[in-house]
């Protein structure tokens, strides 16, 4: 350095020593400050409390103080300012360096991070990191909570058990079907089993067979004359059953005017009893498909077909039968008689019985001959109130509907009958409606008689007329309404133009009435 002029040398050397020792003190005390933050990075790498050590460091930033050596001007501050040659002592916090070594132990964790920290004032950050490692067993704890939480659900499983007690209550209700009470509905499936509860899932698979003495009617009424007082249901699953003996609905099972027993297919679903199995050692006792004995029976949605001698025949009071088919059946399809049999207490056998929107067709004797095998009958006997309404009988070997000695006025409303004996069976006789000898005063009306082979209508010597009221009919092979005193009085006319008879056999409509034509 080259001296100012106009300075003597004593000056200016004394000037230079000042100077030059306040510049060192401030540059030296800097660097060892900046240099310890660096050293506190590397602390924080080793354990993260050595870090708290390197912290020394941050004291070696004392070395500031140094900077005191700027008063140095004054010339005895200068002296203090040699202090700040002291603080270069901050120097020795640049040992903190040394500490930087510890980044070598944070590879353990971030040690990347310590190699920041080097940066000085970078390694501060490095002292948020530590806490972020607190943090991070703070993050040990959470889990601790979620173990707990487990714990709770522990007791979940318990409430599980409680599920169990669910199962218990099933157990009670199998006590009451044993003991106390008796069930309201019963489900049979070809499929079932009689060893069944019968259950919709678990059905039996007889509806009531009296010789076996097994059957859904025994389920429903235990005893004789115990069914329940407010009715109850057979449900019958779709398919076809095969039993070998008849479907025995007893008169020691009847329902009442107040609760109906029930015998209903399933919604939905079409249940078929094929009675080809049936014993033909005595037809009119075994050979009947379902056999209605007692009273207040509801039968509704079946297919009965095959059977040796009757598809149905009902002898109680009070029962329905509906939206059903009968075919090809030994004797009359459908036939209603008076029960004698050692019970005449229930209903009035017999009587008040409906027979609603039934087809019954193709029912011819079995040994072909077509005597009796009418579509629907009512024949040698009597009761009051039996109504046939909605049904059509087509192509059957000897009449459509016969009521031979009947006693009681019978009701034929809105029916039809078709084609009889067109097959051509020796002892058919071809009538559509014959309303049979017996005090007769039979009561018809809105009735069709289509392309029978005899008569449409004829009273066929009855003791007193029946009556039609728009009774119409066509295409008969001996005309319409029989002569003299076997025709029926009232309106009977013919029906212009004539329908096909495919057109009256059509299907019904969904809600079992019958087809328009």
Not at 71 to 97: H, Q
Not at 364 to 385: P, W
């Amino acid at each position: 350095m080259t001296k100012p002029s106009g300075l003597t040398t004593a000056s200016w050397m004394f000037a230079f020593a000042v100077l030059f020792g306040a510049c060192a003190g401030s540059e030296v005390g800097g660097t060892g400050s900046g240099t310890g933050n660096g050293g506190t990075t590397g602390g924080a790498g080793t354990t993260g409390s050595a870090g708290t050590t390197g912290s020394a460091g941050t004291t070696g930033s004392a070395g500031t103080t140094g900077s005191g050596g700027s008063v140095g001007p004054t010339g005895s501050a200068g002296t203090t300012g040699s202090a700040g040659t002291t603080g270069s002592a901050g120097t020795t916090g640049s040992a903190g360096t040394t500490g930087s070594a510890g980044t070598t132990g944070s590879a353990g964790t971030t040690g990347s991070a310590g190699t920041t920290g080097s940066a000085g004032t970078t390694g501060a950050a490095g002292r948020g990191g530590t806490v972020g490692s607190a943090g991070t067993t703070g993050s040990a704890g959470t889990t601790g909570a979620a173990g707990r939480g487990g714990t709770t659900g522990t007791a979940g499983t318990t409430g599980t058990a409680g599920t169990t007690g669910t199962a218990g209550t099933t157990g009670t209700a199998g006590t009451g079907g044993t003991t106390t009470t008796v069930p309201n509905e019963i489900w049979v499936a070809p499929t079932g089993a009689d060893t069944n509860p019968g259950t919709m899932a678990s059905p039996m698979k007889t509806v009531c067979d009296t010789v076996n003495k097994v059957g859904a009617c025994y389920k429903l009424c235990p005893s004789s004359y115990s069914c329940p007082a407010a009715g109850a249901t057979i449900w019958m699953r779709g398919g076809t059953y095969t039993y070998t003996n008849k479907i025995d609905i007893g008169a020691i099972r009847p329902g009442s005017a107040s609760g109906n027993m029930n015998l209903f297919a399933a919604s939905g679903e079409k249940p078929v009893f094929d009675a080809s199995g049936l014993p033909t050692d005595n037809l009119t006792s075994t050979g009947i498909a379902l056999h209605i004995k007692g009273s207040y029976w509801h039968v509704k949605g079946l297919e009965i077909k095959n059977a040796p001698y009757n598809c149905i025949k009902v002898e109680g009071g009070g029962n329905t039968v509906e939206n059903t088919q009968v075919h090809n059946c030994g004797n009359t399809g459908l036939t209603i008689s008076a029960y004698g049999g050692e019970d005449m207490s229930v209903g009035t056998p017999g009587s008040n019985n409906l027979i609603l929107n039934v087809d019954s067709y193709n029912n011819i004797a079995i040994n072909g001959d077509g005597e009796d095998s009418d579509g629907f009958g009512a024949k040698k006997s009597g009761g009051k109130g039996n109504v046939f309404r909605g049904c059509r009988a087509w192509y059957n070997a000897d009449d459509g509907f016969d009521v031979y000695g009947w006693t009681d006025p019978i009701t034929f409303d809105n029916c039809w009958a078709i084609d009889s004996n067109r097959r051509g069976a020796p002892n058919g006789d071809g009538n559509g409606f014959k309303m049979g000898k017996g005090p007769g005063k039979h009561v018809l009306t809105n009735d069709i008689a289509l392309n029978n082979t005899k008569y449409g209508y004829t009273n066929n010597g009855a003791d007193a007329t029946s009556n039609c009221t728009n009774c119409r009919g066509c295409g008969n092979g001996s005309g319409l309404n029989d002569s003299g005193s076997r025709a029926l009085s009232g309106s009977v006319t013919n029906l212009s133009p004539c329908p096909s008879s495919s057109a009256l056999e059509a299907a019904r409509k969904s809600d079992g009435s019958l087809p328009s034509f």
